[in-house]
């Protein structure tokens, strides 16, 4: 049909959006926080300060696309076209359904699940799987955040508590893997732009090991709190155990 094909289209639209505008906001999670901390460390070295111009160069540059991208009219008329779908949808919702108690208990259950699927699995997780594990307690406590009023205030408190600190542990192992990321397409532009002569004892080579060093170290202290920031979210109870329909477990 017309319209699903539309809508297909559109949500490949806001796809390719998104990813434009979370590389924005790696490059400058990248900068502010990784980059500018190494700059602070060696302050006369010649090759973190390169590394740190062309990083904040990328930076710019990825920021003036999101920009444009926001600014261009098929965003405009995408976000008239998602207003348009909700409001379609709400209108059409069924009187019937099921409290919202009992919808959001469904939501995080469900959520909650996924996470402590891969959560027992812990030591075994790959670098997909670590980003995977992420995402899901980055959608479980937005759920958890967005339904708390609905239940025990001191219970969702603690829960979400709990979770922001895992998210946290999870967060510094995703800065890794960006930050090396971002690391690989600094150096490649350096040996397109110097040639494969640049690729061996330069100072920008230097500057790459020290932040490969500094993100590294980090990595492994995250790894190391991981254990803790994991048995403390499992010890929270389900804040919305009580309001579950009697099928779900």
Same mark, same amino acid.
């Given at each position: 049909p017309r319209n699903l094909r539309e809508d297909v289209r559109r949500s490949q639209e806001f796809h390719g959006l998104g990813q434009g505008l979370g590389a924005a906001g790696d490059w400058d999670? &990248?900068? !502010?926080a990784r980059v500018r901390v190494v700059v602070k460390a060696f302050p006369e070295?010649?090759?973190v300060a390169a590394l740190a111009r062309r990083a904040a160069r990328a930076r710019q540059a990825q920021g003036r696309s999101a920009r444009e991208a926001v600014a261009a009219a098929d965003y405009t008329r995408g976000m008239l076209r998602l207003g348009q779908l909700l409001a379609s949808t709400s209108a059409v919702m069924d009187r019937e359904a099921e409290p919202l108690a009992a919808f959001a208990a469904r939501v995080l259950q469900k959520r909650h699940r996924r996470v402590c699927k891969l959560g027992e699995r812990l030591a075994d997780l790959s670098t997909e799987e670590l980003h995977q594990f992420r995402i899901s307690a980055k959608k479980l406590r937005y759920a958890a955040e967005f339904f708390r009023g609905l239940f025990s205030a001191r219970r969702a408190r603690n829960y979400a508590r709990a979770l922001s600190a895992l998210q946290d542990v999870l967060g510094g192992l995703n800065d890794f893997a960006t930050g090396e990321r971002l690391m690989g397409e600094l150096f490649r532009r350096h040996l397109v732009a110097r040639g494969p002569a640049a690729a061996a004892g330069a100072p920008a080579s230097i500057a790459r090991g020290i932040v490969h060093g500094w993100l590294a170290a980090e990595r492994q202290r995250r790894l190391h709190a991981m254990p803790r920031a994991w048995s403390e979210f499992r010890a929270q109870s389900r &804040?919305?155990?009580? !309001?579950?329909?009697a099928a779900v477990p």
């Amino acid at each position: 049909p017309r319209n699903l094909r539309e809508d297909v289209r559109r949500s490949q639209e806001f796809h390719g959006l998104g990813q434009g505008l979370g590389a924005a906001g790696d490059w400058d999670v &990248f900068c !502010s926080a990784r980059v500018r901390v190494v700059v602070k460390a060696f302050p006369e070295h010649a090759g973190v300060a390169a590394l740190a111009r062309r990083a904040a160069r990328a930076r710019q540059a990825q920021g003036r696309s999101a920009r444009e991208a926001v600014a261009a009219a098929d965003y405009t008329r995408g976000m008239l076209r998602l207003g348009q779908l909700l409001a379609s949808t709400s209108a059409v919702m069924d009187r019937e359904a099921e409290p919202l108690a009992a919808f959001a208990a469904r939501v995080l259950q469900k959520r909650h699940r996924r996470v402590c699927k891969l959560g027992e699995r812990l030591a075994d997780l790959s670098t997909e799987e670590l980003h995977q594990f992420r995402i899901s307690a980055k959608k479980l406590r937005y759920a958890a955040e967005f339904f708390r009023g609905l239940f025990s205030a001191r219970r969702a408190r603690n829960y979400a508590r709990a979770l922001s600190a895992l998210q946290d542990v999870l967060g510094g192992l995703n800065d890794f893997a960006t930050g090396e990321r971002l690391m690989g397409e600094l150096f490649r532009r350096h040996l397109v732009a110097r040639g494969p002569a640049a690729a061996a004892g330069a100072p920008a080579s230097i500057a790459r090991g020290i932040v490969h060093g500094w993100l590294a170290a980090e990595r492994q202290r995250r790894l190391h709190a991981m254990p803790r920031a994991w048995s403390e979210f499992r010890a929270q109870s389900r &804040f919305w155990k009580q !309001s579950l329909p009697a099928a779900v477990p």
